[in-house]
């Protein structure tokens, strides 16, 4: 069980480009979670995800984000005209249905660098 | 909504030490709670939980933790800290029986010296 797969581990992008982020949830889950982690602060939640439905996406920012969890394939987070501020480490969660949906199990996240 | 607080930011201890790490939440409902280790360069892993029953939860490792639901604290403990322990830790918290999202406390970094 090769556990929450996140691409890339890290990713490099000048201020306007587009950055996208991919999570494979572990085998067997159905929930899928996004968190940033800024520099010296705790992780926040961004968005949850069921295969091709958002659950909720309270914390995303209102612009320039996007999430999707496709029937096929892995969760994408994408961030559009990407600033210096959207540096930071994002982690990907994925969860069972059920009575095992209170356990999150996260990825090793994916640190997006803004030139 | 619900906030965590974790008060220590970075704790040094030596080998050998005891270690308490404190968190504070917030919320008017029942909650569970959880603790999460991320060593250096790795993802974070689940050291412990607490979903119900007995207050005192041991979990990987020899940490433990009580939740104290009066004073609306889960610190975490472990007797005997080890440098392999050196990590940040992270207290989280979800609303029971609704939304799983969990919100977590800003981390407390420790360093373990040899």
């Known amino acids: 069980n090769a556990g929450v797969m996140q691409n890339p581990r890290h990713l490099v992008r000048r201020r306007g480009q587009e950055a996208r982020l991919r999570c494979s949830p572990m085998?067997?889950?159905?929930?899928v979670y996004w968190y940033r982690q800024l520099p010296e602060e705790g992780l926040k939640f961004m968005v949850y995800?069921?295969?091709?439905?958002?659950?909720?996406e309270s914390g995303m920012p209102k612009e320039r984000f996007s999430a999707e969890f496709p029937k096929e394939g892995p969760s994408i987070l994408r961030i559009q005209q990407v600033v210096r501020g959207d540096s930071a480490a994002y982690f990907c969660?994925?969860?069972?249905?059920?009575?095992?949906?209170?356990?999150?199990?996260f990825g090793a996240g994916s640190r997006l660098t803004v030139l | 909504a619900q906030s965590v607080s974790q008060h220590n930011h970075h704790v040094i201890l030596s080998e050998a030490a005891s270690l308490e790490l404190g968190c504070n939440y917030s919320?008017?409902?029942?909650?569970?709670l959880f603790w999460y280790v991320q060593y250096p360069g790795q993802h974070l892993q689940l050291l412990l939980k607490?979903?119900?029953?007995?207050?005192l939860v041991k979990g990987i490792k020899g940490f433990e933790a009580e939740f104290i639901k009066s004073k609306f604290s889960f610190n975490l403990r472990k007797p005997s800290v080890q440098w392999s322990d050196t990590a940040e830790y992270f207290c989280?918290?979800?609303?029971?029986?609704?939304?799983?999202?969990?919100?977590f406390g800003s981390g407390t970094q420790l360093t373990v010296l040899p």
């Open positions: 919320y008017g409902g029942t909650v569970n």
């Open positions: 995800l069921q295969k091709e439905n958002i659950i909720d």
């Open positions: 969660a994925s969860s069972q249905q059920g009575a095992g949906a209170n356990v999150l199990t």
């Open positions: 989280a918290v979800n609303a029971a029986g609704s939304a799983r999202q969990l919100t």
């Open positions: 085998k067997g889950h159905s929930h």
């Open positions: 607490y979903f119900s029953g007995d207050p």
